[in-house]
């Protein structure tokens, strides 16, 4: 029997999309959509509606842990508290650093900030959102005077004109795009994409300008000038909202004095950005979206600020269907901001810079040790631990060893700190691997608490499942180290509707409206009230208030005067750029159904088949200059450090540069960690890193085999000098290329096996092996060795892992031909994760049955009818075959 559903939010995205959990009573739960969530009203994506598959204990950390070994909390609290101590005592409150995370809920946030900002005394605080959206909110505060988002979701569906600039929001923000495109076939909204890269968000759209990387300020510097030349800047209505127009237009004018200096600096057609400006100043709702191509940037608080002029100087901002947009990527990477949780904040949207502030939170916490300036960011945070000026270093659910860049040297100053304490929900992780101390956390499903969306709006995340093993929530487990420093007084909180209450107090604390974020209107909510909390968008004032949709509409700015302020830009290219030792510009990011470092997404079948290697995408022009060929693998070479990859070749990669996922580790890989390659230049005013533009040299990696294996059990270290792996159904599918004698390939490969019946297949020239085991009718394990580039569809043989039932005789035989039967074609790589359906499958389909349109898909093969993320391959999929 099922139990009673449970509204909770998404733990992926920025986008926020409401549950509804059935537990299972037996440590799992259906998942759907809440139709009644206003982010997402029922839809959910492919990585939102395979959560079902990632609540397993597999991996998981479920006891804290001490030099390895289990120990009990007690213990493992005091080692912490200890540690904290003996840290703070030897070498001062600025030897102590916490390292967060925008997985945490608001409440675990809070508590952290509260803890090392007023009651150690450290500014060491930093969360992995640094790497996400900083430059966003230092442009927030520069423009605003506050990080403020001023719009909503449904300004996406009443806009006329949406611009996407850096963000792929077709794979990174799935619903909110779902929600575009329904409004876009409703009333035809116009699309640009601004990317260097042609993204699945491009297959919709009227217009895609591929721009040079890192030229972006430039456009919008250009754009600026040519509203003004069309006499579309009210000066009088600028100048009663905002100051400083003239300013900005003048470092415009020397940056992009007109269409060719544009066209030069972003690489593109003159013909493109005149449309571009034609269709922006045709259409006054416009949301200019942007995201990470915008962010992780040397300059991305220059090129959001561009993007803010623009908006400011048309008076395009707080009004439905218009406004600049920053999309955030981690579900909670916006309470973090709320909370204070960046180095550089103090708490509740408090800073250092304002006058009051830090006495103000000294007297709400009743801080004995207020900090009084800002901390160093992430990067410099690491600096810092490598220099050995920081002795003990918490981090708390993420995992910087690989998501940093310049990941080795990280790894190295983690290797050399003196204590890491690691709170993690997963026992795989690099991160987790070099902690002294291991504290097992609550997952998704088993905590509870709130987050925030990128359209400010609080949901709750609730608990379905109950707490696995001896894990803790994380508001309680840095509680208790609270307690056990001598805090008791001021961490003595019940449960996370303490925490919210105290936060939402904070937020109205002294506040009068003076600043944005206030949402004091909740601080009164009983425990019945907190448990039923709807989501809701700050500010909320007063108890009866319904939340905000949107903000300066008619001005109400958060600066002494209240009005915005324009920022002068001036166009800078990225802090490393190519020669002719390191040519290539390779940019990181998402998959479509990955998520940060497969911790979650690692587990669920569906999704991992759809990239079940870490795959970089080249221009066909630089991967012939590299004698590389498509389906080979590549060496990626930086100044910082080496990779290696499946080559895509694409001609949606733009010349001189490449593409590759941010996702992969030590866990799931023998050296796909991409952010090995990358350095450390960050903006000078929000610390982000520059994670898009690393300049890069390839290699082609000569290899005499490739293996596909399919194995019961997870293998930790496959033998092979190039592995990926990746869950399937009942089994782990491990990709491998290496160099010598295929036959001592399998050999290695068949020591790693566990015992049962072993069925073995050699082909004549000795150059294809197979091998298959079978313990008590079951197939345990079956592996490939096989030259490169024939590789054999293992559809059929993954299938066989699925069954309850013991091997038929038939299957049996056919087990060596990896086939049921002449009829069994090839399925090829997933593309709709939902009813998995694959690349060769789709093609076939759409050739012998001459089929022109998606639904025509969907009626035959399902694909593109469930979560709908898929639908912009299938899209381009069509144009490719038919
Ligand atoms: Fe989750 Fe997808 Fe919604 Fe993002 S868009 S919150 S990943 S379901």
Request: net charge neutral.
């Amino acid at each position: 029997m099922t139990a009673a559903p449970v509204r909770t939010t998404c733990p992926y995205c920025g986008v926020g999309c409401g549950i509804v959990a059935v537990p299972d009573r037996c440590g799992g739960a259906a998942i759907a959509g809440d139709p009644s969530h206003p982010a997402n009203f029922g839809r959910l994506c492919s990585k939102g509606a395979a959560l079902g598959e990632t609540l397993s204990l597999e991996g998981r950390l479920l006891y804290p842990e001490i030099g390895g070994q289990r120990v009990g909390w007690d213990a493992a609290l005091d080692a912490v508290a200890d540690g904290l101590r003996d840290a703070h005592d030897r070498f001062g409150p600025q030897a102590l650093a916490f390292y967060v995370s925008g997985q945490l809920l608001t409440e675990d946030y809070y508590v952290a900030n509260k803890l090392i900002k007023g009651f150690i005394g450290s500014p060491n605080l930093d969360t992995n959102s640094r790497l996400c959206m900083a430059s966003s909110v230092a442009g927030h505060r520069r423009a605003f005077g506050s990080d403020t988002v001023p719009g909503c979701y449904a300004d996406f569906e009443q806009a006329d004109l949406v611009v996407l600039v850096g963000s792929n929001l077709a794979w990174c923000h799935p619903v909110l795009y779902q929600r575009l495109m329904a409004a876009r076939a409703a009333h035809g909204t116009r699309l640009v994409v601004i990317d260097p890269r042609r993204t699945a968000s491009c297959a919709d759209a009227d217009l895609h300008l591929g721009l040079a990387p890192g030229s972006d300020a430039l456009l919008f510097s250009g754009l600026l000038i040519e509203l003004d030349r069309r006499g579309l800047i009210d000066r009088a209505a600028v100048a009663a909202t905002a100051s400083g127009l003239e300013h900005a237009l003048t470092a415009a004018w020397a940056a992009a004095p007109d269409l060719p200096a544009i066209a030069a600096g972003c690489g593109l057609a003159t013909g493109d950005i005149a449309r571009f400006f034609d269709l922006f100043a045709q259409h006054e709702r416009v949301v200019t979206a942007y995201s990470q191509g915008v962010n992780q940037s040397s300059s991305g608080t220059d090129k959001v600020n561009a993007i803010l002029n623009v908006h400011l100087s048309t008076g395009r901002i707080g009004r439905p269907g218009m406004g600049p947009f920053s999309l955030t990527g981690q579900p909670n990477a916006m309470g973090g901001r709320e909370v204070g949780a960046l180095a550089n904040q103090l708490a509740a949207h408090m800073d250092y810079g304002d006058p009051g502030a830090i006495d103000r939170v000294r007297r709400f916490w009743h801080a004995p040790a207020i900090v009084t300036g800002p901390g160093p960011k992430a990067v410099e945070l690491f600096e810092r631990v490598a220099q050995g000026a920081i002795k003990a270093l918490w981090i708390i659910a993420t995992n910087p060893a690989v998501s940093l860049p310049q990941s080795d040297f990280v790894r190295r100053a983690l290797d050399a700190c003196p204590l890491v304490v690691v709170s993690d929900v997963m026992r795989w992780s690099d991160t987790v691997a070099r902690a002294h101390i291991r504290l097992s956390a609550l997952g998704w499903g088993e905590k509870d608490g709130t987050v925030t969306n990128s359209e400010r709006r609080i949901s709750r995340q609730r608990a379905f499942l109950s707490p696995p093993g001896e894990a803790r929530a994380d508001w309680w487990i840095i509680s208790e180290v609270a307690k056990r420093l001598g805090f008791g007084a001021a961490f003595n909180y019940r449960g996370p509707g303490d925490i919210f209450r105290e936060h939402a107090a904070l937020s109205g604390f002294e506040n009068g409206g003076a600043r944005d974020f206030d949402i004091s209107g909740l601080a009164t909510l009983d425990d019945a009230g907190y448990a039923a909390l709807t989501p809701v968008q700050w500010p909320v004032t007063t108890s009866d208030h319904a939340g905000t949709e949107r903000l300066f509409g008619a001005g109400g700015y958060f600066t002494d005067d209240r009005r915005a302020r324009f920022v002068p830009v001036t166009p800078r290219p990225p802090a490393h750029p190519t020669d002719d030792d390191f040519p290539i510009l390779l940019n990181t990011g998402r998959e479509r159904d990955h998520w940060h470092t497969l911790n979650r997404s690692g587990k669920s079948p569906r999704l991992a088949l759809c990239a079940p290697e870490p795959q970089i995408a080249l221009h066909p022009m630089d991967a012939q200059r590299a004698a590389l060929a498509d389906d080979g693998l590549v060496q990626l070479e930086s100044r910082w450090g080496a990779t290696v990859a499946r080559v895509r070749v694409s001609a949606d990669q733009s010349c001189g540069t490449a593409f590759g996922p941010m996702h992969w580790n030590d866990q799931f890989s023998s050296g796909g960690r991409i952010n090995a390659l990358g350095h450390s230049a960050i903006d000078p005013v929000s610390g982000q890193p520059e994670l898009k533009a690393i300049p890069v040299r390839l290699k082609a990696v000569a290899i005499d085999w490739e293996a596909t294996a399919l194995l019961r059990d997870r293998l930790a270290a496959p033998p092979a000098s190039y592995w990926a792996l990746a869950s399937g159904i009942g089994h782990w599918r491990v990709l491998a290329a290496g160099s010598g004698e295929p036959a001592a390939a399998v050999a290695a490969f068949a020591a790693t096996l566990p015992p049962g019946e072993r069925l073995a297949l050699q082909d004549r020239a000795g150059r294809r092996h197979r091998l298959a085991v079978v313990e008590q009718g079951r197939l345990v394990a079956w592996i490939e060795v096989a030259p490169p580039g024939t590789h054999t569809d293992v559809t059929w043989i993954a299938s066989l892992f699925a069954k309850a039932a013991a091997l038929t005789d038939a299957e049996r035989r056919a087990l060596l031909a990896a086939r049921a039967g002449p009829s069994t074609a090839p399925e090829g790589p997933i593309v709709c994760a939902c009813y998995s359906v694959g690349r060769a499958r789709l093609r076939r389909v759409i050739r012998e049955r001459e089929i022109g349109d998606v639904p025509g898909i969907g009626a035959a093969l399902g694909a593109g009818t469930g979560c709908g993320s898929c639908i912009p391959e299938l899209r381009v999929l069509l144009a490719e075959t038919i």
